[in-house]
């Protein structure tokens, strides 16, 4: 199918690398000839990592290469696409400039998906001829790697708009999940800043380190919520009585330690230096081959995620 990335940054560049790994041919576009060299630059060397952690041969990598092209129109990009991806910066009068542009040539019935991280999508599609195709598509950086997609609807999104949505995703080897209602943060960031505000609230009351702490969540919960969530977690933690028994069997304790947990609506203000002092002597303590310093943990980092990528069949 052909599909189109519009505004081929940082997630435009990576979704449409994903489009075409997925199969399909991918109008990446760009502004300016400079920014669609960046573009395809970063596309280059995020399948030669691929290639390098054994996930494609140099055969394939050049097919999905193939499948690639470089385009400064969104008349071209999106002309007869069936699936349209924006990735265009943060800010409704950008999204409202580039949704006008798109549905001045895309095909009337075409998904439009944007990958906004926090804006509305009734309010992005509040000037567009057809607001009930459009849906919230939001990625985890890089959407090339990590499957989540979290996909949101507008007042006036329809819900064939949503299924074409999840159906496309899906047979990319993404993982949509749907909102039933417009959430600020989504889920997966309100669930991060959850946990991480009993991260800071432990550093800071001189319970454990920063390091001690990120050891816990990678050796403890974190290393089984790469394998199942957490809800699953506790069905199998509560034995025959599941989930149910697990949260009755352990009420009172846990109320005693919700009751002892941060609940700030805001970071103290010490927070951040407290945290950045933190990782420096965490990274300083760190061999070199697991990564301590930005470069080496990004590529451990993307390294360990294509094997759990592998672990599940998402690559
Ligand atoms: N970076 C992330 O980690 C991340 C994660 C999830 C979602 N997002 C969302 O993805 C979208 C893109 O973010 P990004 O990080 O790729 O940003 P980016 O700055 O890398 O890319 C933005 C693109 O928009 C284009 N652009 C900027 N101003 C424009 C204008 N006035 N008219 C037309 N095009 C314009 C730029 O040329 C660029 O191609 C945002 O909505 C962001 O919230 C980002």
Not at 306 to 313: A, D, Q, S, T
Request: hydrophobic share 40%; glycine share 8%.
């Amino acid at each position: 199918m052909k599909t189109a990335s519009i505004c081929a940054g940082v997630i435009g560049y990576s979704y449409a690398l994903k489009f075409a790994m997925g199969g399909n041919e991918v109008w990446a576009q760009n502004r300016t000839e400079k920014s669609s060299e960046l573009a395809k630059e970063r596309v280059r060397e995020s399948l030669n990592s691929l290639v390098t952690n054994g996930v494609y041969t140099e055969e394939q990598e050049k097919e999905i290469l193939a499948r690639i092209h470089f385009t400064t129109s969104v008349k071209e990009a999106v002309k007869d696409a069936g699936f349209i991806q924006e990735s265009s910066t943060e800010h409704y009068d950008v999204k409202h400039e580039i949704v006008k542009q798109i549905e001045e040539y895309a095909p009337e019935d075409t998904v439009i998906a944007s990958s906004t991280s926090g804006l509305l999508v009734t309010e992005i599609a509040k000037y567009a001829r057809h607001p009930e195709r459009f849906v919230g598509g939001h990625p985890y950086n890089p959407p090339h790697l990590i499957p989540l997609v979290e996909i949101t609807k507008g007042e006036k999104t329809e819900d064939w708009a949503v299924e074409k949505a999840k159906e496309f995703y899906k047979g990319i080897g993404m993982e949509p999940v749907v909102l039933q209602k417009e959430a600020l943060g989504f889920i997966c960031n309100r669930l991060q800043m959850a946990l991480y505000r009993e991260v800071v609230n432990l550093v800071l009351s001189g319970v454990c380190t920063v390091e001690d702490a990120d050891k816990a969540v990678t050796f403890g919960p974190g290393i089984r919520w790469g394998i199942m969530g957490p809800s699953l977690v506790f069905e199998l933690g509560g034995g025959q009585h599941g989930v149910a028994g697990l949260m009755t069997h352990l009420h009172d304790s846990i109320s005693l330690w919700l009751n002892d947990m941060a609940d700030w609506k805001e970071f103290p203000p010490e927070t951040a230096k407290i945290l950045q002092e933190g990782v420096r002597a965490e990274l300083a303590d760190r061999p070199a081959e697991i990564g301590n310093t930005h470069e080496s943990l990004e590529q451990y980092r993307d390294k360990m995620l294509i094997e759990m990528l592998k672990l599940h069949k998402k690559l």
